[in-house]
């Protein structure tokens, strides 16, 4: 039985008794599905990953075993090492899946980046040498190869399916210890987790472990759904918390690693965010679908078309843009050079605007900058203006530095360091631009504040209160 189904609308049990009033009611539900047979069909599509670094000479005291979110993909699912033990060799153990008979796996990229070498053991206990065709360090996909023929290949199912609280099960080699079977329930989908790009992680409550990174999700039904990526762990160990990459996105991305051994991505020069009640409010939407514009680059190919921070695009090439997820992956699978309308809403009005897709480019790291003279407003906020020479080494056009935040600006999430860089659509350089922009809302009103944190940025809605304190 689902979970799904009980998540969405609290289904009932399948058998009751008791039914007098005041008297208790006893419950039967069914009970939670078997693994046994996808574990005996399935199990030999999973194989068990060993690697070599040689002449990495790291003082591995500092080693961060902890998954953080802020900071890019590492090997955190590896084995961990001795405290201030200079090191010349790392072996690190990793799942994988058959893709094809002929010997093509899917695995994570981070267990596969700068490998000196990488043994495959099948699972039938056949160890074969892997050369590794290509990883995607965006979105954690990796692919090997291995010399072999009359390979089993998984099933691939399609993720897209997937709904929080259907059941799922991994196959992988947690501490070396192969055909492992760990079983739960998908918790969420589409989950995106700061400093690891924009892959749409289906989240789950699957046991993963150092030497699980890898490894196939499957659904109740013996089809891969995902790939097992990351943990989230104040320890270092399992917690509750399992991201894996869906199936469609890895297909795609392994497709792209066979034919070119990297992965072509377009892209249009800005970054977006999902739209709440609050924000559909702010910017005059009905409903809270669509991609919200907040940051677009100078020369890129969105500001070259006339999109702008605080548009709402709500269809790309024909397409509706329920999640802002959607248009992240339709970005990432069209063709550079290719002309594709949007439909935009900017101030309470439908637009088309073209954009020209251009191939992706990494982003430039930029550093954090002192601030100058505060102000405090009705909402709780103490900023600070940044001069120019700032501005241009944080890669903005404007923006206030927040010293403190409390009341209203707090509960929203807004904490010091954080810099306000527009309300709504509208740049700030100075505290005045900030008081008179609030000057021209109403009352009681919702607000967008666009922040920037730790290079990120994200429109926040807060309502205005009904009586405004004055600087």
Request: with cysteine; glycine share 10%.
């Amino acid at each position: 039985m689902s979970l799904a189904s009980l998540i969405g609308a609290c289904a009932a049990p399948t058998e009751t008794t008791g039914t007098d009033v005041g008297k208790p009611i006893a419950l039967r539900w069914r009970s939670a599905p078997s693994f046994a047979s996808l574990v005996a069909s399935r199990s030999a599509s999973v194989v068990e990953i060993s690697t070599l670094r040689i002449g990495r000479d790291e003082n591995a005291g500092g080693a961060e075993l902890e998954f953080a979110p802020e900071n890019d993909f590492a090997d955190r699912l590896a084995w961990p090492l001795p405290a201030n033990v200079r090191i010349s060799q790392v072996r690190d153990l990793a799942s994988g899946v058959i893709l094809s008979s002929d010997g093509l796996i899917l695995t994570s990229a981070h267990v596969v980046v700068a490998i000196d070498e990488a043994r495959v053991r099948l699972h039938d206990g056949r160890r074969l040498s892997a050369r590794v065709v290509g990883t995607d360090r965006a979105t954690d996909v990796g692919l090997l190869k291995i010399d072999a023929t009359d390979l089993v290949p998984a099933v691939i199912g399609d993720s897209s399916r997937l709904a929080p609280g259907d059941w799922v099960a991994a196959i992988g080699a947690p501490f070396g210890f192969q055909g492992s079977v760990t079983a739960g329930v998908v918790s969420a989908v589409a989950r995106l987790i700061g400093g690891a790009g924009e892959t749409p992680f289906i989240q789950t409550d699957v046991a993963i472990n150092p030497g699980s990174s890898g490894s196939p999700l499957f659904n109740s039904r013996g089809e891969v759904v995902a790939i097992n990526s990351m943990i989230y762990s104040g320890s270092g160990g399992y917690m509750g918390l399992s991201f894996a990459v869906p199936i469609n996105l890895a297909v795609q991305v392994a497709a792209q690693l066979k034919a070119h051994g990297e992965v072509r991505r377009a892209q249009v020069g800005a970054d977006f965010q999902e739209m709440t009640p609050g924000l559909a409010q702010s910017f005059g939407l009905q409903q809270p679908t669509g991609a919200l514009v907040v940051r677009v680059d100078a020369d890129g190919p969105a500001a070259k078309a006339g999109l702008v921070r605080g548009d709402v695009i709500t269809a790309f090439n024909a397409a509706q843009i329920p999640h802002f997820t959607d248009l992240l992956q339709l970005i990432a699978k069209g063709q550079p050079g290719s002309r594709i309308p949007m439909e935009v809403w900017r101030h309470d009005a439908q637009h088309t605007i073209w954009v020209t897709l251009e191939a992706h480019r990494p982003p430039s790291a930029a550093p954090v900058a002192d601030l100058a003279t505060d102000w405090a407003d009705g909402l709780g906020l103490s900023l600070g203006e940044l001069s120019s020479a700032q501005r241009r080494q944080l890669g903005i056009e404007g923006g206030l530095m927040v010293r403190e935040a409390t009341g209203l600006a707090r509960s929203e999430g807004i904490r010091a360091g954080d810099l306000v860089v527009a309300v709504n659509d509208t740049t700030l350089e100075r505290v005045a631009d900030f008081r008179r922009s609030l000057s021209n809302i109403p009352p009681g009103r919702p607000v967008a504040l666009l922040v920037m944190r730790d290079r990120r940025f994200a429109y926040v809605p807060v309502q205005l209160p009904r009586e405004r304190a004055r600087p």
